[in-house]
């Protein structure tokens, strides 16, 4: 849809991070009393900026819509140190979000923006707020799921992500997890999968260029198998634009214990041998030590951590294509046992393998930046892998 009075723009396909805000791929701009508005390719808005000091968010800072009509403020400025913490030079802070590590934004300033958005809306005649949330509506039921959160690396392409689910639910259904369905895992049928595509793609219709990254979901796309993955993933990788693969995969699924077809390991291999740029595979490890895993209610053993993620090192230093992460817990209620076992995993890992780690505080803990900050840059300090805090961004 081409928006009146609206210039398109051609702005970075690089993701690499760069000290400013930065947009990518090719947008309509409108400039709106004081706000930068800029929409896709179907004039879905997608982020506004303030243009006059004074408007909130303020400078260096810019609201952004998901697929799944979710706002995220990003902030660069409020904090120091942002690139250490993050990878890049913002943080992404959803709104709405009771409890959140760095508290919420705040929903009622953004009400004001989104009505000024509606008020442009009608005069240039783009989808308005509750046309926005009827499309998203739409979007979950092609999926017939939700994408609660993304995988940690995504910010590395700022989260420009097409979802599609080849599983739903979870392996694990961990107790502390906020993420989960609670429902027993589902493989869905390749017949699904590819209407999934077809119902995207048509979704997306000319924006889907701008789109680079692809995300096979749900919480835990390794429990399908090979033989189902690779299907579900050959037939995306030649169906869609985008050139890196994003999923998620359990300790279970990694480990061979959730009863696949073959080896986790030949998967991943398989998979990197697509013509993808990047397989960035995040398995949530969340603590080395048994008493950690109890108290969360995540029902694996300690030793099936520690071999995950050896093998995990192993595997992405043998493929250039293949990026595997690891997340873990911050809690104030668990043991130093239980920090000092990752301290001393992350120190003996071998360099270069490409693989990275993520810190995540627990929702339910309200942690202040200071805290987080100190208890990352200690283990920074110590560990052979890149280290980054993950928030959760809900997307779909
Ligand atoms: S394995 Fe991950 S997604 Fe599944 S319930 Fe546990 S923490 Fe949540």
Redesign the pocket.
């Known amino acids: 849809m081409t928006v009146k009075d609206a210039v398109q723009r051609d702005f970075s396909h690089d993701y690499e991070p760069v000290s400013v805000l930065t947009f990518h791929g090719r947008l309509q701009q409108l400039d709106y009393r004081g706000y930068r508005l800029l929409l896709d390719l179907e004039g879905r808005i997608k982020w506004i900026e303030p243009l006059r000091a004074g408007l909130w968010p303020g400078p260096s800072s810019a609201l952004r819509r998901t697929m799944g009509n979710r706002w995220l403020l990003y902030d660069s400025g409020a904090y120091q140190d942002v690139f250490e913490l993050t990878g890049r030079y913002y943080f992404p802070i959803p709104f709405g979000q009771e409890g959140a590590a760095f508290g919420t934004a705040d929903s009622g300033k953004l009400r004001k923006v989104l009505a000024l958005v509606d008020e442009a809306a009608v005069r240039f005649g783009f989808p308005d707020s509750a046309e926005l949330g009827f499309q998203a509506a739409k979007l979950r039921s092609i999926l017939k799921a939700t994408v609660p959160v993304l995988p940690p690396d995504a910010i590395c392409i700022d989260y420009d992500i097409l979802p599609l689910m080849l599983t739903r639910g979870?392996v694990?259904?961990?107790r502390f997890?906020a993420?989960?369905t609670s429902a027993e895992i589902e493989t869905v049928g390749q017949e699904e999968f590819r209407a999934q595509v077809d119902g995207l793609t048509k979704w997306t219709g000319r924006d889907l260029n701008n789109y680079q990254g692809l995300f096979i979901g749900q919480?835990?796309a390794l429990a399908a198998g090979q033989r189902c993955l690779m299907q579900a993933a050959e037939h995306a990788c030649g169906s869609l634009p985008c050139d890196r693969l994003f999923l998620f995969g359990?300790v279970a699924s990694f480990m061979e214990r959730a009863g696949l077809d073959q080896p986790p390991s030949s998967a991943l291999e398989a998979l990197a041998r697509l013509p993808f740029k990047e397989v960035v595979v995040n398995i949530?490890l969340e603590s080395f030590h048994q008493g950690a895993l109890d108290y969360l209610g995540?029902p694996v053993k300690a030793a099936d951590v520690r071999q995950a993620f050896r093998q995990g090192l192993e595997l992405a230093a043998k493929h250039d294509r293949l990026k595997i992460s690891f997340n873990f817990v911050l809690s104030k209620a668990l043991s130093r046992d239980h920090m000092d076992l990752i301290s001393q995993e992350l120190a003996g890992a071998p360099k270069g393998s490409g693989c990275r780690v993520y810190l995540s505080p627990l929702l339910s803990e309200s942690w202040r930046p200071g805290q987080l900050k100190r208890m990352l840059f200690r283990l920074k300090g110590l560990s052979r892998l890149p280290v980054f805090a993950y928030f959760l961004v809900p997307y779909l």
């Open positions: 979870c694990h259904n961990c997890c993420v989960k919480n835990d359990s949530g995540k």
